[in-house]
């Protein structure tokens, strides 16, 4: 997935490295998690549908586009990643084929992607990003815009991040009805609170509201377009700081419209997940 070159200056490493390669899209928060430090080990809707899909047909994510091939500069303008206590600003600015992982590029014209993080204690945070780009040639010219902004708080015992995403997709359809939107609140709590002996347990949950652009289904008319609702509440165990272990309930509701996650017309999807992650490195 990944495969890079840094460069940086030896006397002031932390204000500005230079990356080649292969690597994560600087967008927004959660594009920039593996899995595994998610607390759901899940990624919401709104990165799933918003980010990385959004085409304006059914079934069209594509986790592929969180990562791309081209070069980024990033660091500290204020502060540094040691001294998390303290103000800091974090940037991220790309340039990028657009085409994805392990995609050779298909047009003349390349993908701006950036992020500014503002830390402003060691337990929150708030943050912008902006993607622009396109893929294809001619008449399948594929144009896409994503903006987005973020919060996270951060302690030892509760974790919350909220996340939102606005993207305009642009094919061949028009260019009305070609927005979607969506926001993502999770939250965490150690049930260390409690005992240390349940510190490793975590309650998580999550909320989010995902509508999607209105071309991405032909036939809908605009006054029975319906948002799409889910509910998450789940266990986490953090076996050890390699394995964690997830038990989640999840609801999932798009009313009389369905749109391609899984879930019937007029109904409400209910699943339970079990969910392991490991990581051995």
Not at 85 to 109: C, K, M
Not at 248 to 262: L, M, S
């Amino acid at each position: 997935k990944e495969g890079w070159l840094e460069l940086f200056l030896p006397k002031s490493p932390d204000l500005v490295r230079f990356r080649f390669g292969q690597m994560r899209t600087p967008f927004g928060y959660q594009v920039q998690k593996p899995l595994e430090e998610l607390p759901l080990l899940t990624y919401s809707m709104s990165t799933r549908w918003g980010f990385t899909g959004l085409r304006a047909a059914p079934d069209s994510e594509d986790p592929d586009l969180r990562f791309d091939l081209g070069f980024m500069f990033h660091g500290w303008l204020l502060g540094d990643a040691v001294h998390t206590d303290r103000l800091g600003v974090h940037y991220q600015l790309g340039l990028f084929n657009g085409t994805g992982r392990n995609r050779s590029e298909d047009n003349s014209e390349k993908t701006f992607s950036g992020t500014m993080t503002i830390r402003l204690a060691g337990w929150l945070g708030v943050g912008g990003a902006y993607y622009d780009g396109s893929t294809g040639r001619d008449a399948s010219l594929y144009h896409r815009r994503r903006r987005g902004g973020f919060l996270t708080v951060h302690t030892d015992a509760f974790v919350m991040t909220f996340e939102y995403i606005l993207a305009t997709d642009d094919p061949r359809v028009g260019k009305r009805g070609n927005d979607s939107e969506g926001f993502c609140v999770e939250t965490g709590v150690s049930l260390g609170l409690i005992s240390r002996s349940l510190k490793p347990l975590w309650l998580v949950a999550r909320y989010e509201v995902f509508n999607p652009a209105k071309n991405s289904i032909s036939g809908v008319p605009l006054d029975r377009w319906e948002k799409v609702f889910s509910q998450c509440v789940a266990l986490r165990w953090n076996v050890d700081p390699r394995v964690s272990v997830v038990l989640a309930w999840e609801k999932i509701d798009q009313d009389e419209t369905r749109y391609p996650v899984g879930v019937e017309v007029g109904e409400a999807d209910e699943n339970f997940l079990f969910l392991i992650s490991f990581r051995y490195f």
